[in-house]
């Protein structure tokens, strides 16, 4: 065990790649590099407010001293550290957008572990980067606190996800407007340690190939197969790799699916390599079921981000990718129909899913159909997600009455059912349960499967709300509570989180509605 102020770093990236080495943060065009070298901008008080020890030890980092904490609010910079701003691009909204890169990550070096691997560990927040644009580098605590919980909660979920290390208050405001609306704010400021094997992105390529710059796009793609997909190998070796990644991406999402979660952000520059959840900003929970639901208000009224769209949009990105490195290929016939199978994969894995949650032994005869009807079900009646399930995976093999059922689903309701809602609901029921009669597979194997399958905690919008609001009056009450609820959200020890989201929540702005703003 190490501390981060002391210890020995690597710097695999910045030396394998060029980069602008002369640490201007003037916004600026940066052809011909990788990265630029940045350094963290300092802060006058950075205060600890959490610190992720599950990730601590499996990285091998002793608990942070005076010093540490100092590193992690953009203070100190250990001496083996060359730390950097990555330079990529991206598609955002359907729309190319040029130059992007790290406008508000410093990525402080790689850390080493003893197996051989190391991750690299990133400041969100730190300060200004040649790719901040207008902007100021900074992020406010709302959008820190959000982060940094929900990429645990991701990761406790099983969900591929970059990890959160530490969260650090920085005791300087922040000016931010929080919807774009002409209507800025003095904000607590805040920095994420962001740890990930890599934060590569489907953009880093993009970058490359819109600039021409095809020996890098090369000596990029053979570096991220080398060191994150040792095992692939051969001439073929870049096909291969887009076939692996395609395959990461469809999981991700799946997983995405399976917990009710929406990104609101799938930008091509908000798309990981290796196929992990990245950049947290106007994410949310579903929680009436609504495949068109989005939470990020920039994507209103078009809804291209919606909890629905998002294998569509998955598929759009990973297009996206393979146009950036179709110029390592001779012939991209290979590349084109690897890109088309992402359907056939993503659907085997998506009805592989819902059968999980329903309990279902295996996909077989009319189970795509009963699937799909019950995707119709819920995207009509509008339960809550979460609560729905777990209801299903209590429910008595004897309840077959109309009203009964209704009354037994009423706890997921946000709205009473009408006539045709409550014969759908019952219709749907009694097909589902002459269907779990034709398990080959025992009712107490199939609820096993389903508990492990549907959480019954998720970090809802309100509930972050509450912890933020706690926590700009300088009160961790709900902030620590949910931080335990989260590592454990397949039980029934946190069931004060067990609820309806509050009427109040409906119309809160930062729980019902959210921007890209930090």
Known sequence: MQNLSSNTFVNNFTESFEGDQSGSLQPRQTPGVFYSKVMPSPVSKPQLLAWTEDLAAELEINAP????????????VNPTMQPYAACYAGHQFGNWAGQLGDGRAITLGEWPLRSGHSWELQLKGAGMTPYSRRADGRAVLRSSVREYLMSEAMYHLGVPTTRALSLVATGDPVRRDMFYDGRPANEPGAIVMRAAPSFLRFGNFEMLAARKEYDHLRQLADWTIENFYPHITGEDKTLTWFKEVLEKT????????????VHGVMNTDNMSILGLTIDYGPFSFLDAYDPNFSPNTTDH?????????QHSIAYW????LANAIAPLFEDTAKL???????????????????????????????????IDQFENLLATLQ???????????ELPEDLQDE???????????YDQLNSSERELLSKNIKNYQARMALNKTSKEVAKSQMSTNNPRFILRNFLLYEAIQELEKGEDGVFKRLQAALQDPYSKDHDEFFKLRPEWANEQPGSATLSCSS
């Open 301 to 309: 009224p078009g809804l291209r981000y919606a909890f629905g769209k």
């Open 403 to 413: 009203q009964a059922i209704a009354a037994y689903f009423t706890p997921a309701l």
């Open 250 to 261: 469809a999981t991700m999402v799946v997983e995405w699916l399976r917990v009710g979660f």
């Open 336 to 370: 084109v129909k690897s890109l088309e199978n992402f359907a056939p994969v993503f659907y085997e894995k998506y009805y592989a899913m819902k059968a999980g949650k329903m309990g279902l032994d295996e996909v077989k005869g009319n189970d795509i159909e009963l």
């Open 383 to 393: 339960p809550d997600m979460t609560i729905f399930y777990q209801l299903l995976i």
């Open 65 to 76: 001293n005076e010093k540490d904490i100092e590193l992690l609010g953009g203070n100190f």
């Open 317 to 320: 990105n990973l297009g996206c």
